[in-house]
Nanobody
Framework: RVQLVESGGGSVQPGGSLRLSCEIS????????MGWFRQTPGKQREGVAA????????YYANSVKGRFAISRDKATNTLYLQMNNLVHDDTAMYYC?????????????????????WGQGTQVTVSS
């Protein structure tokens, strides 16, 4: 069973940076999509960034392009999201997810319903 544990969230002023981490255990080694999603109360879960463990194109939401970067450390099986130049609209609960094999993302969106394993979330608050 795949388990994910996020960390690195917190409160930061606009323009600040945070680095989210997601430790993944129980990973089978099968190539899979890995992604970061975020959600605020009353809104649909939004794909922020996604990668495929076998390589290839990454996905970024338009709102975070040029500011966020997703990466993965294969040795430790940790997924990261580096977030720079944060703005108020980035405030949300952030989740990492994996265990997704079909149509998990393309150039337009990351499809949260295709991901079968999720972390518990880490809160990011951007406030002055």
């Amino acid at each position: 069973r795949v388990q994910l544990v996020e960390s690195g969230g917190g409160s930061v002023q606009p323009g600040g940076s945070l680095r989210l981490s997601c430790e993944i255990s129980g990973y089978t080694g099968r190539d899979t999509c890995m992604g970061w999603f975020r959600q605020t109360p009353g809104k649909q879960r939004e794909g922020v960034a996604a990668i495929y463990s076998g390589g290839g194109v990454t996905y970024y939401a338009n709102s975070v392009k040029g500011r966020f970067a997703i990466s993965r450390d294969k040795a430790t099986n940790t997924l990261y999201l580096q977030m720079n130049n944060l703005v108020h609209d980035d405030t949300a609960m952030y989740y990492c997810a994996t265990d997704a094999y079909y149509q998990c993302y393309n150039g337009d969106a990351a499809y949260w319903y295709e991901y079968n394993s999720w972390g518990q979330g880490t809160q990011v608050t951007v406030s002055s």
